[in-house]
Nanobody, 115 residues
Framework: QVQLVESGGGLVQTGGSLRLSCAAS????????MGWYRQAPGKQRELVAS???????NYADSVKGRFTISRADAKNTVYLQMNSLKPEDTAVYYC?????????WGQGTQVTVPS
């Protein structure tokens, strides 16, 4: 199994930056890809960004040019650098890992950008 722990959320003003971290533990050798999702109140969970073992990245249109996903494999950690934050980025952000035929989720971290 794979366990994920997120950190780095918080409250930031419009235009500010935050960096989220997700540390994986357990059977990390079996991870194929990792990503970040978010869920705003009353909305469905949506993909924000993902990164494969080969380093291929994918971003939601709403965050392209503002957010950057990266991995530090030696630390089994994935990061989400969020710049130029907007009120519509307010959500709970969840880390995700695909391993074997399973999916692991972190507990989520709140990001709030007041309007």
């Amino acid at each position: 199994q794979v366990q994920l722990v997120e950190s780095g959320g918080g409250l930031v003003q419009t235009g500010g930056s935050l960096r989220l971290s997700c540390a994986a533990s357990g059977s990390t050798f079996s991870i194929n890809a990792m990503g970040w999702y978010r869920q705003a109140p009353g909305k469905q969970r949506e993909l924000v960004a993902s990164i494969s073992n080969s380093g291929r990245t994918n971003y939601a249109d709403s965050v392209k040019g503002r957010f950057t996903i990266s991995r530090a494999d030696a630390k089994n950690t994935v990061y989400l650098q969020m710049n130029s934050l907007k009120p519509e980025d307010t959500a709970v952000y969840y880390c995700n890992a695909q391993y074997a035929v399973f999916i692991a989720w972190g507990q989520g971290t709140q990001v709030t950008v007041p309007s």
